[in-house]
C-alpha cells in the first residue's frame, strides 16, 4: 500500500471518543514517530549512569550536589529493611514498618493470610506470562527486534456462537511486531474449533483420525478496512470471502477488494485503534479481533524476535465434566443414547468405554459417539 502524503492522516485521532480512532496507515504512523523522535529516544542501548545522571538533573532543573543527596536519600540502601548480613528477601515485611508502602504491603499479607483460597494454577500462569518475557535479549544479534520496530497488541476474541458471549472478554492477547505477516497471526490463534475430529465413531471407537479440522479445511481469511486477506498457502484453500463479496456487489454496497494474508505484513495494513475486525476460519467460525494499541519497541520489550508472536494472555475456560463421574474432563460426546441422562451428553474416556461396550468391546444399544475436544483443556 502506498503511504499518505498529508501526515495528518498518519496520526492516529479518535474518531469517536474512548472508543477507536480514525483510519491510518501502520507504516505512516511508525515514520511519523521516527521523525519526531531523537535516536536515543528508541535506542535499545543502555545509557551508563553519569549520563543518566546528568541528563535527569538537567531535565528536572537541580544542581549536582542536589543531585547526589536526591541519590543518597533515594538510594536502595535507605529502603532496607532486613539485617545488612541477610540477603534481602522481598516477600518479608518487617513486623512494625514505618514507610507507608511498606504499611500498606503488611496489611495486604495480614489479609491474604486469613483467606483460604489462594491463586490457582492458571492465575500463576497468568502473571508468569506476563514477567517472563520482560526486558528479554536473544543469544544471537541476528535474532534481535531492530529498533524503531512497530509492536502491536491484539486482542482475539470468541467465536460469536459462544453461549456466554455476551461476557465479551478477549481469548487471547497477542503482540505482534510490524514486519510479522497475517499468516502468522492466522497460525498463532489457538480455536477449539481448529482441533475438532470428525466423523461418528461409535462402531470403532480405537480407530485414530487421520486429521484434524484445522488439517482439512484450510481456508480462512481476515477483514480489515474493506480488504478480505484470504490463506492461499497450500493447494487445498479455497477463497471463501468471494462469497460475502458477491452479495455486497449484488445489493450495491461498496466494493471489497482481496489479497493474500501470507503476502501482507501489519506496516502494510490501514487500521482503526480500538475497532473490531474479523477473523474467520472453519467456514462459519468468526472471531473479533481488536488492535488495541500500536507502539515503538523500547528497550524493556522482549527483543527476541523468535519468542513473537508472543502470548502475553490466554482467558481460562471451565472445563466440561463428565456427565458420570464428573471428574474427568469430557473426551466423547453422545447423542440418542440410551445409556445417557441427557441429550447430547459428554463422557469421560472409561465412563464411556463401561455404559457402552462389553468385555469384548463390542457395541451395546444404539447410539451415535462423537470425539470431544474441551475448550478449557487448554488453559
Given at each position: 500500500?502506498a ?5 495528518k492522516?498518519?496520526?492516529?485521532d ?5 472508543v ?17 523522535l531523537?535516536?536515543?529516544d528508541f535506542s ?5 549512569q553519569e549520563?543518566s545522571?546528568?541528563?535527569f ?9 542536589t543531585m ?5 536519600a ?37 489479609h491474604?493470610?486469613?483467606?483460604k ?5 492458571h492465575?500463576?500462569y ?12 536473544p ?6 527486534i ?14 460469536a456462537?459462544?453461549e ?14 510490524g ?9 498463532a ?13 461409535s ?11 484445522k ?5 480462512s ?7 478480505f ?9 479455497q477463497?471463501?470471502?468471494i462469497?460475502t463479496?458477491?452479495w455486497?456487489?449484488d ?8 489479497a493474500?494474508?501470507?503476502d ?5 495494513l ?7 475486525y474479523?477473523?474467520?476460519h ?5 472471531h473479533l479481533?481488536i ?19 508472543l ?16 471428574i474427568y ?12 441422562p ?11 468405554r ?9 457395541k451395546?444399544?444404539?447410539f451415535?459417539?462423537f470425539?470431544?475436544?474441551d475448550?478449557?483443556a487448554?488453559n
Amino acid at each position: 500500500m502506498a503511504t499518505s502524503t498529508d501526515t495528518k492522516t498518519n496520526i492516529p485521532d479518535y474518531e469517536y471518543l474512548d472508543v477507536n480512532t480514525n483510519i491510518f496507515h501502520i507504516d505512516a504512523f511508525r515514520s511519523e514517530w521516527l521523525n519526531r523522535l531523537q535516536p536515543s529516544d528508541f535506542s535499545f542501548q543502555e545509557e551508563d549512569q553519569e549520563t543518566s545522571d546528568a541528563h535527569f538533573a538537567a531535565e528536572m532543573g537541580i544542581s549536582a550536589e542536589t543531585m547526589d543527596e536526591l541519590k543518597s536519600a533515594c538510594s536502595l540502601d535507605s529502603l532496607r529493611c532486613h539485617p545488612e548480613d541477610q540477603p534481602p528477601d522481598p516477600e518479608v515485611v518487617p513486623p512494625d514498618p514505618t514507610l507507608k508502602t511498606l504499611v500498606q504491603r503488611k496489611k495486604k499479607q495480614d489479609h491474604k493470610a486469613t483467606l483460604k483460597s489462594s491463586k490457582n494454577r492458571h492465575d500463576l500462569y497468568a502473571d508468569e506470562l506476563e514477567r517472563l518475557t520482560f526486558g528479554t535479549r536473544p543469544e544471537a544479534v541476528t535474532d534481535m527486534i531492530p529498533e524503531g520496530e512497530i509492536i502491536l497488541t491484539m486482542n482475539i476474541y470468541y467465536p460469536a456462537t459462544f453461549e456466554k458471549f455476551s461476557h465479551v472478554r478477549p481469548h487471547l492477547t497477542l503482540l505482534m511486531t510490524g514486519s510479522h505477516t497475517l499468516a502468522e497471526l492466522r497460525d498463532a490463534i489457538c480455536c477449539v474449533s481448529d482441533l475438532q475430529v470428525c466423523g461418528e465413531f461409535s462402531n470403532t471407537p480405537d480407530m485414530a483420525p487421520d486429521f484434524i479440522s484445522k488439517d482439512h479445511f484450510k481456508s480462512s481469511f481476515f477483514y480489515f478496512e474493506g480488504v478480505f486477506y484470504n490463506d492461499m498457502r497450500y493447494p487445498e484453500c479455497q477463497d471463501i470471502s468471494i462469497t460475502t463479496i458477491e452479495w455486497a456487489r449484488d445489493r450495491n454496497f461498496p466494493p471489497y477488494t482481496q489479497a493474500k494474508m501470507e503476502d501482507t505484513r501489519f506496516v502494510d495494513l490501514k487500521v482503526k485503534v480500538g475497532f473490531p475486525y474479523l477473523y474467520c476460519h472453519q467456514g462459519d467460525c468468526e472471531h473479533l479481533v481488536i488492535i488495541t494499541d500500536i507502539r515503538l519497541t523500547h528497550k524493556n520489550d522482549c527483543l527476541d524476535k523468535k519468542l513473537y508472536p508472543l502470548l502475553t494472555h490466554k482467558h481460562r475456560v471451565v472445563t466440561t465434566k463428565c456427565a458420570v463421574c464428573h471428574i474427568y474432563i469430557g473426551r466423547w460426546l453422545t447423542t440418542n443414547d440410551q445409556f445417557a441422562p441427557s441429550n447430547p451428553c459428554t463422557f469421560c474416556e472409561k465412563c464411556f468405554r463401561m455404559l457402552h461396550y462389553d468385555t469384548e468391546g463390542e457395541k451395546l444399544g444404539e447410539f451415535q459417539a462423537f470425539p470431544y475436544v474441551d475448550r478449557g483443556a487448554f488453559n
